[in-house]
């Protein structure tokens, strides 16, 4: 009689607290250690490749060198299995081959001498096994078999099927002991968000043609547009625009590419369908069917982009598993996908299953595998995709497992403080990761400010609404100071630091900026011409995309931005591009060429950023303007000022003043502020309150999935309004 697994996984108490589970090498050994309490028995099978497609990929081209199989049997032979070859019609020679499709070798594993208490399994093989393929065979007592690769491997063959053995100081780069992350003061912080395809995929990147799409893209710091020496391209664009950290989308193991297929046959896709967390994706290496291939070039990405000046954060996605059928599933059936009160997968993700996060043993894994990507890929930051699935109280030991590393490095973590869809955990007293507990979050803990988003340009799910910069100034604002200062004093968030705020108007979710403008400032029906940038027709997009740079360049928090917004990056209306077309989701750098003076208009900003401290989390005080749709605040010594209106508008230094600032129509200012400016003991001044912690982590990173999102204006913000006398 099968056994319910919820049942049976609620009755687990066992607890493991050491650092050695999956395959690890020991001197001329190899030890492999298994999680799996309500298993009866575990066997781990060793296998010579990463897939059982490898092998009829191999049998396949040996057969038709020797001439041994029909042509018909050759195109079908990836869906081929051992039953499906027949002696008499393959030969002699595959049928002897066709042993290939079994392990070499198994080994049963044995409980621990504690197992009641650590529900480890194990097994030490006197032979180290550096890369070797295996799998576990699980039985539970109702008689069911479950295969599974090891969810706690640190290398896998091709398409994660298989999980790997394998050497870690094997496989790093010449140079790898001397990389160090770059120092980064808090307001030269900025974030540039970008996919590994993306990237370097464009023909005319200048990168070689055999390291476009793949991590390798990032290892050439000298690219220029079809290579002629002019307009930089990649990580040499990157520093001329003076980003300082790179955010990447998904680059652990995901499964909805194809790694064994050729490049051009693997598709596209974001990557939010996790299958190895602790794997680096095989499509963006050059040869997938080797797991060592992988780990050193994504190491060799990071240790590009460090020697750029640039930190690495890394997008993961602990809060679901895509399928159902996953390692954790197949392994310790009912214990880490959350469950309903009838037992059925929960998906507040609207991905698949969510992740228990409050689990011990799951909450175990997700910091263990924080730690272990700092540690060993030397990554500096981290963005969790739909952080309100996670817990509190992991987020926490996240936290507390990174400082543990005792690196002494500033770790920058952030992450989506939603959920895409309600889930029963949203209605217990689990408290989550959401916007409504981030005064519960620790304050090096960020998150993605959705309010100052749809403040600057309109409601991420109404595609036709506008905000500040495109149509709708003088309803929002109101609230651009209370946006610029991180909404410290406003009821729209509960108490938090500035630093804690990640501000962006885009990012890979949703419409681009460019595509939000275009659609609201033409009615709805954008022509081609306005997606494209054409010369001439979208001199008013341009002008708001400018003052949405600056609202967010110029916002106390961690500036954040997808990469191309610089040069009004299009996906032609496309706002869930996850899977494709091609033409959607690269970056073609030609656009950055073309929209050089845009892209001039971010560098600026970023270099005015990094020349004040002020900027990240200072006092910002209003000041008086002639037009209550101009919105001017002063934060260290700089004027800020923002006017999306059809006039020039003034300035004023006092209240009874003259003007003695002009902002130009549709532009912002951004300028060493006059000494006395602001006076703040004027009634007309509204001050913000700054934050003098000096805390400069937990910035927040964007997603467009925020289903809490809320109209700026409505009554529960407590805004900081300029007065006019």
């Known amino acids: 009689m099968a056994v319910n697994p919820v049942a049976m996984a609620q009755g687990i108490t066992a607890e493991y607290h050491g650092d050695d589970l999956g395959a690890v090498l020991r001197g001329d050994s190899t030890v492999f250690s298994l999680w799996a309490p309500t298993a009866a028995a575990v066997t781990v099978r060793l296998y010579r490749k990463g897939s059982d497609e490898e092998v009829m990929r191999e049998q396949q081209q040996k057969a038709r060198r020797n001439s041994l199989v029909p042509d018909a049997f050759a195109t079908d032979a990836t869906t081929a299995t051992v039953a499906q070859i027949d002696p008499a019609t393959v030969g002699d020679a595959a049928a002897l081959e066709s042993r290939a499709f079994a392990p070499f070798a198994t080994y049963e594993l044995t409980k621990d001498r504690n ?17 070797v393929y295996y799998d576990y065979a699980l039985q539970f007592d109702d008689g069911t078999v479950t295969v599974s690769a090891d969810p706690w491997a640190k290398a896998a063959g091709v398409n994660g099927k298989r999980s790997m053995v394998i050497d870690l100081a094997s496989t790093e780069p010449d140079g790898w002991e001397n990389d160090r992350t770059p120092q980064v003061p808090a307001n030269k912080l900025v974030v540039w968000e970008t996919h590994v395809v993306d990237f370097s995929a464009d023909p005319r990147s200048g990168v070689p043609r055999d390291h476009c799409g793949t991590f390798l893209g990032f290892t050439h710091p000298d690219t220029t547009l079809d290579g002629a020496g002019v307009t930089p391209t990649c990580v040499n664009y990157l520093k001329n625009l003076g980003v300082t950290c790179v955010q990447i989308e998904p680059m652990y193991d995901y499964g909805s590419v194809d790694e064994a297929a050729p490049r051009a046959e693997r598709g596209y896709n974001w990557g939010y369908d996790p299958v ?53 599933e197949r392994t310790v059936p009912g214990y880490f996908c959350r469950r309903d009160s009838n037992g059925a997968f929960t998906n507040g993700s609207g991905c698949g299953c969510d992740m228990a996060s409050e689990k011990p043993m799951m909450r175990k894994f997700i910091a263990d595998s924080v730690a272990y990507w700092a540690k060993e890929y030397h990554i500096d930051g981290f963005r969790f995709d739909l952080m309100g699935l996670i817990d509190v109280d992991t987020m926490t030991q996240v936290r507390q497992q990174l400082e543990a590393l005792g690196d002494g490095k500033d770790y920058i973590l952030y992450g989506e403080p939603w959920f895409a869809k309600d889930t029963p955990a949203n209605h217990t007293e689990l408290p989550l990761s959401t916007n409504a507990n981030l005064d519960h979050l620790d304050e090096h803990v960020g998150a993605f400010c959705d309010a100052s988003r749809d403040t600057i340009k309109g409601h991420v799910h109404e595609k036709l609404q506008p905000g500040y910069v495109n149509g709708a100034a003088e309803k929002f604002a109101p609230f651009m100071i209370d946006a610029s200062d991180g909404w410290r004093h406003s009821t729209r968030l509960p108490k938090h630091r500035a630093s804690q705020m990640v501000q962006y108007v885009s990012s890979h979710d949703d419409l681009t900026l460019w595509d939000k403008l275009c659609i609201t400032m033409r009615a709805g029906k954008p022509a081609a011409a306005d997606y494209d940038a054409q010369t001439g027709a979208v001199d008013d997009i341009i002008a708001a995309n400018r003052i949405a740079a600056a609202a967010v360049l110029t916002s106390a928090g961690l500036p954040f931005f997808l990469s191309g917004e610089e040069f009004g990056r299009t996906k032609h209306g496309n706002s869930n591009s996850y899977n494709g077309p091609f033409e959607d989701n690269v970056i073609f750098w030609e656009r950055a060429e073309r929209m050089s003076w845009l892209v001039d208009t971010y560098r600026t ?50 209240r009874h003043s003259a003007a003695s600032y002009v902002v130009p129509a549709h532009d912002y200012l951004v300028a060493q502020a006059r000494a006395g400016l602001v006076d703040e003991a004027d009634e007309g001044f509204s001050v913000a309150a700054g934050d003098d912690s000096g805390n400069n982590l937990g910035a927040n990173s964007s997603s467009a999935n925020d289903s809490s999102a809320n109209d700026p204006s409505a009554n529960n913000l407590n805004s900081i309004k300029v007065t006019i006398a």
């Open 276 to 328: 190895n967390y602790n794997v680096p994706e095989g499509s963006y290496s050059t040869n997938p069917f080797d797991g060592a291939v992988r780990i050193r070039e994504c190491k060799q990405m990071v240790q590009a982009l460090h020697e750029a000046g640039i930190k690495v954060i890394m997008d993961v996605v602990y809060n679901h598993m895509y399928t159902t059928d996953n390692w954790f």
């Open 605 to 654: 900003l970023i270099a005015q950023r990094g020349e004040d401290p002020a900027f990240a989390d200072g006092v910002r005080f209003a000041v008086p303007t002639d037009d209550p749709r101009v919105v001017a605040f002063q934060v260290g010594s700089h004027l800020v000022a923002f006017n999306p209106t059809d006039r020039p508008c003034g300035v004023r230094a006092g």
């Open 115 to 131: 197992f009641a208490h650590t529900g480890v399994w194990r097994v030490q093989v006197p032979e180290n096994l550096n890369g």
